[in-house]
Structures are given as structure tokens and as C-alpha cells.
């Protein structure tokens, strides 16, 4: 064992604490050193964090500045009160009465409605539905200002339920007017707007979705509408007649039917597309009516007592009575019953069997006259249609080509 001595035994101790207080100032040099170089990498990882979210954060709420206001909207808000700033004064109220006679014979208004409409051009022409102004006396045409002016019928269609109507506006009046789009290349899930007059609640808006295209849906007996759009935005009583419209405000289509149970709105509603109303409207400012092909024919409808008395093996479609001597029909071959027989109990009718019985249009099926209307709807003269009429208990297919209306009595 070695011996120290007092002396040797302080300076041995002072030499350790001079070590053990080295050897500790850098331990917590070290650890200060890390702490403080985790501490930057933490508050660096927070600033890009914070700078990420301030990136992003513009893009989770998008807000637009309306011209002319101090609040701010999203984007889908802005764009809904674009349109309808910009077309709901084109947007009319269409008002009718129909007159009948009392006990006295004296004239009296025995009926009123009312409807929506879109001015289409600046000298006052006007796009509504048929059934708006059907048996109308007198109409009505109120504008956003306030302002009526009297209406009258340029021209209708039944077959499209689609009418323009015309007023005079007041000297130095500048009309807004709404303009025609595409329905050609709609998509379901498209945004639509539509704003008309609901209960007399002038120029209301309201905005859905495509949620269909191409319906078939039939107005009347005789009437069925191909290619409808439907939508789930809400159209009432008063909206018929009023435009449906894209995001950019361009009417592609016209309100006119809805589905409902109790009368008012269950979101499924139906418009004639613009398609269909832009060449409609034009034959109705031009001629006063549709310039549509036709076939100069007297049909039957085809019932299961007829196809029975007659031998037929089918029960539907349309039977040709009599073809127009000299017509383009005749002329394709074909052919009209020989066969006279009355028809009807309270009023009985000549009609002619034997002939053809036309069941397809362009590969359209032909059961009844409305399904015969709604197949020429969009055919003009001088178009060629593939006929297909049951003759002699066998299909024969026919090119026929149409004609013009006028010379119809047979």
C-alpha cells in the first residue's frame, strides 16, 4: 500500500474535482448543445408546418368579393348570385283570364292563371309554354320593373308545348334578355339553375342538378316530349314557362312538367331542351307555326276490338285508313285499307282496313298516335324516314320521305 502525505492527499483531491468538474461542464455542454439543436429542428418542423397550412388555407374556403358589396361568398354563392343578377329581369310574369258567359249570357272571367317566360329578344318576343296561355283571352306580361304590357301569340306548339308571344315596350325601354345554350352535350350531376314565378312569387331561384336526360314523358294523350332534361330543382305551380339555366347563365332548357302528388314540388321536375326550343321558336317567329315534315296519311289508332274484328295478330301501332292520292307516301308504297267499315256508337266514322299498320319510325316504336307525333317532332320536309308497317302478317320496311303540311283531305 502507498502512502501519501496531507499535502499530497489535497493536491491529489483538488486535481480530481479540477477533472471531475471538466468532465462535467462537458457533459452539459454536450446536452445543452443537443437540446438546443432538437429544440431548432422542432421549431423548424413547426414553421414549415405553419407555412404548409397558410399555403392551403386559401383553398379549403374559397370566398369571392361580389362587386358592389362588402361581404365575401364562396365560390358557388358568387356564381348563384351572378346569374341571377344578370338574367332575372329577363325573366317575365305571365298572367292570363278566360272569359266565358254567365245564366245572362253576359261575358265574365271564369278562370285565371299564371305562368313564367323569357325574353329572348329585345323587340319583346317572348318564350313561354302552351299550356300557360291555353284559352287565354287576354294576357299579361309583367316585367321586373313592374311595368305590364299586353301580350299576344305569335305562335304555338303542341307538340313541344313551347308558344312565343310578343309585346310592345315602352319607348326607350332596353329589355334584358336571356340567350339560348347547348343541351347537346349536358352531363348528369350538372349544375342548373331555374328561376320563374312559383305561387305568383315573382322571379324566384332555385338550383339543383341534372338528374336525367332523354326522357320521353307524355304531356296529354297525344302528346309526348322526347329528350327531356330532368332536374331535382324545385319548380312549382308558376314556374312553367321559365328557363332552366347553366352556371354561366345560358337557358338551356324550358321548365315544364313536374312529377308531384300533391301539386307542389317533390324534385322531379322536367324542361324541353333548348335544342328543341331554339328550332321550334324559330319556325314560330317565321311562319307562325313549326315547319314540321309530315306524311300525308289517315291513321286509327289500333285497338284490341279492331285487330280482332279485322284478324290482325298484333294489337298496337297505327292503321293507315287512306293514303293522299299523288303523295310522296303513295309514291313510297304505302298502302291504305279497301275495306270500309263504320266505327264508333255515338258518332260513327267511315274507316278503311286492309292497309298497313305502321309500328316503327326510324327504329322508334309506334304503338299509339302520340308515339306517331313525337317520332316526326324534329323531321322537316323533305327529310327521309325508314317506315316499318306490318302488312300481310309480315314487317316490311319503307323509305318514305316527307312532305310539307297542306293538301291533306283524302
Not at 42 to 47: K, Y
Not at 380 to 398: E, H, M, W
Amino acid at each position: 500500500m502507498k502512502l501519501y502525505s496531507a499535502k499530497q492527499v489535497f493536491i491529489r483531491a483538488s486535481l480530481t474535482g479540477l477533472v471531475a468538474i471538466f468532465l462535467t461542464a462537458s457533459v452539459f455542454l454536450f446536452v445543452g448543445r443537443k437540446t438546443k439543436n432538437q429544440n431548432n429542428l422542432v421549431s423548424s418542423a413547426t414553421q414549415e408546418q405553419n407555412d404548409f397550412a397558410l399555403e392551403i388555407a386559401p383553398n379549403e374556403i374559397q370566398s369571392i368579393q361580389v362587386a358592389g358589396t362588402s361581404n365575401s361568398y364562396t365560390q358557388d354563392e358568387a356564381q348563384n348570385i351572378a346569374v341571377y343578377e344578370n338574367c332575372n329581369e329577363a325573366v317575365v310574369n305571365i298572367t292570363t283570364q278566360v272569359m266565358g258567359y254567365n245564366w245572362f249570357l253576359e261575358p265574365v272571367v271564369t278562370s285565371s292563371g299564371s305562368g313564367s317566360g323569357s325574353i329572348i329578344d329585345k323587340r319583346g318576343y317572348v318564350v313561354t309554354n302552351v299550356h300557360v296561355i291555353a284559352d287565354a283571352s287576354t294576357i299579361t306580361i309583367s316585367l321586373a320593373d313592374g311595368s305590364s304590357y299586353e301580350g299576344r301569340v305569335v305562335g304555338k306548339d303542341s307538340a313541344s308545348d313551347i308558344a312565343v308571344l310578343k309585346f310592345e315596350p315602352a319607348s326607350g325601354v332596353e329589355l334584358k334578355t336571356i340567350s339560348f345554350g347547348d343541351s347537346e352535350n349536358l352531363k348528369v350531376g350538372q349544375k342548373v339553375i331555374a328561376i320563374g314565378n312559383p305561387f305568383a312569387l315573382e322571379r324566384t331561384m332555385t338550383a339543383g342538378i341534372i338528374s336525367g336526360l332523354g326522357r320521353p314523358i307524355q304531356e296529354s294523350e297525344n302528346v309526348i316530349i322526347r329528350n327531356m332534361i330532368q332536374t331535382d330543382a324545385a319548380i312549382n305551380p308558376g314556374n312553367s314557362g321559365g328557363p332552366l339555366l347553366d352556371s354561366q347563365g345560358r337557358m338551356i332548357g324550358i321548365n315544364t312538367i313536374i312529377y308531384s302528388s300533391s301539386g307542389s314540388s317533390s324534385g322531379v321536375g322536367f324542361a324541353v331542351p333548348v335544342s328543341t326550343a331554339r328550332r321550334v321558336v324559330n319556325d314560330l317567329i317565321q311562319f307562325g307555326k313549326v315547319n314540321r315534315g309530315i306524311m300525308n296519311l289517315s291513321l286509327v289508332q289500333n285497338t284490341s276490338r279492331i285487330a280482332s274484328y279485322a284478324g290482325y295478330n298484333i294489337r298496337t301501332g297505327m292503321i293507315v285508313s287512306r293514303v293522299k292520292q299523288g303523295s310522296l307516301a303513295e309514291k313510297a308504297g304505302v298502302k291504305g285499307g279497301t275495306q270500309a267499315v263504320q266505327y264508333g256508337t255515338f258518332n260513327p266514322k267511315t274507316i278503311y282496313l286492309g292497309g298497313d299498320i305502321i309500328t316503327q319510325i326510324n327504329g322508334l316504336a309506334v304503338n299509339t298516335l302520340a308515339d306517331y307525333y313525337a317520332a316526326l317532332e324534329d323531321k322537316k320536309p323533305g327529310d327521309t324516314i325508314t317506315l316499318t308497317v306490318y302488312r300481310n302478317k309480315k314487317y316490311v320496311q319503307l323509305s318514305v320521305t316527307l312532305e310539307g303540311e297542306g293538301g291533306t283531305n283524302l
